[in-house]
Nanobody, 127 residues
């Protein structure tokens, strides 16, 4: 049974930092991809960042490149999203997701490529 549980969200001032965590239960293997997506009120879910479980590939949306960093800890079965220099437009519910198998780097930004999703954690950035 695959389960994803996010934590670490909260209220942060613009310019501040936050670290999100996603604990993954169930079998994992190096070719899996893990992604972070966010959804703001009234908007569609959008891609933030993704990483291959082996750590060999990372992909970022242009809006967060250079500010957010995705990483994973294979021992703790956890994926992290370090959010720095946050902006009000980063506000939303952040979901982590796991692919069911290998997907290409280009496909890692597509939410339909992910089979498992967490419930999400709210991030609110005040101006």
């Amino acid at each position: 049974q695959v389960q994803l549980v996010e934590s670490g969200g909260g209220l942060v001032q613009a310019g501040g930092s936050l670290r999100l965590s996603c604990v993954v239960s169930g079998r994992t293997f190096s070719s899996l991809s893990m992604g972070w997506f966010r959804q703001a009120p009234g908007k569609e879910r959008e891609f933030v960042a993704a990483i291959r479980w082996s750590g060999g590939s990372t992909v970022y949306d242009d809006s967060v490149k250079g500010r957010f960093f995705i990483s994973n800890d294979n021992v703790k079965n956890t994926v992290y999203l370090q959010m720095n220099i946050v902006k009000p437009q980063d506000t939303g519910v952040y979901h982590c997701a796991r692919s069911s198998g290998y997907i290409t780097d280009r496909a890692m930004a597509q939410h339909r490529m992910y089979a498992y999703w967490g419930q999400g954690t709210q991030v609110t950035v005040s101006s």
